[in-house]
């Protein structure tokens, strides 16, 4: 399996331009998680899906931050338009769901993104 | 409000000795406790776990402590290694439909030769 796969690995862009950040899980995962990694946060949830579904969007800083998963294998999250403290390494990572366990969440490369 | 703290964000040990990283909690309904290691340009990777009805689990070089009464737990690794050089991120999980996960802010480690 080649593990959760995340693209582009590395996004430059302007102040005010859309992002579109890309996950593919790992098959036959039913959960779906994306994070923001940030020196003074460290790792903030930012949404996660269950069998597709948004559960929780709680962490989802602002209305220019929106995620989808439209099907089991891809999901994407966007920024419009990009600030520049939006600044960070956002990871997806997927989990299993098995009854009775705490479901190891699996992370991807994670993709590193500068607002300029 | 952060939920489960790290209070140290670096940590030097010397090869061979012990590295003891520490986290504390706030939320009493966590049910599990894990910690996760972080290379340069990776993702977290998932290193041992410990369930809220165990006060400790081990796996080769490392053990987890939890002591619930004080809501902290802490990570052992013995004897500490350079390759073990990594940021360690603590996460406690809460199931609301799935197990979501808290994630500490994470704390640097540095085994020196």
């Known amino acids: 399996d080649a593990g959760v796969i995340q693209s582009p690995r590395h996004e430059v862009t302007e102040m005010g331009q859309e992002v579109t950040l890309r996950c593919k899980p790992i098959s036959g995962h039913n959960s779906l998680f994306w994070y923001r990694q940030t020196m003074m946060r460290g790792l903030e949830l930012l949404i996660y899906f269950n069998n597709n579904v948004p559960i929780d969007d709680s962490g989802m800083p602002e209305d220019r931050f929106s995620a989808k998963m439209p099907n089991a294998s891809f999901s994407t999250l966007k920024i419009q338009p990009s600030e520049p403290r939006d600044s960070a390494v956002y990871f997806c990572a997927s989990s299993p769901q098995l009854a009775g366990e705490y479901n190891e969440q699996f992370f991807g490369p994670g993709t590193r993104l500068t607002v300029l | 409000d952060q939920q489960v703290k790290q209070n140290s964000p670096s940590l030097s040990v010397q090869e061979g000795r012990i590295s003891i990283l520490n986290c504390d909690y706030t939320?009493?309904?966590?049910?599990?406790f894990l910690w996760y290691k972080k290379y340069p340009a990776e993702g977290p990777t998932f290193l041992i776990s410990i369930s809220s009805i165990k006060d400790k689990n081990e796996d080769g070089r490392f053990t987890v402590f939890l002591n619930k009464s004080a809501k902290h737990l802490s990570l052992h690794i013995v004897p500490s290694q350079p390759g073990d050089s990594a940021v360690y991120f603590c996460?406690?999980?809460?199931?609301?439909?799935?197990?979501?996960?808290?994630f500490g802010t994470g704390t640097r480690l540095k085994v020196l030769a």
């Open positions: 996460a406690a999980s809460v199931f609301t439909g799935t197990y979501k996960y808290i």
């Open positions: 939320n009493s309904m966590f049910d599990y």
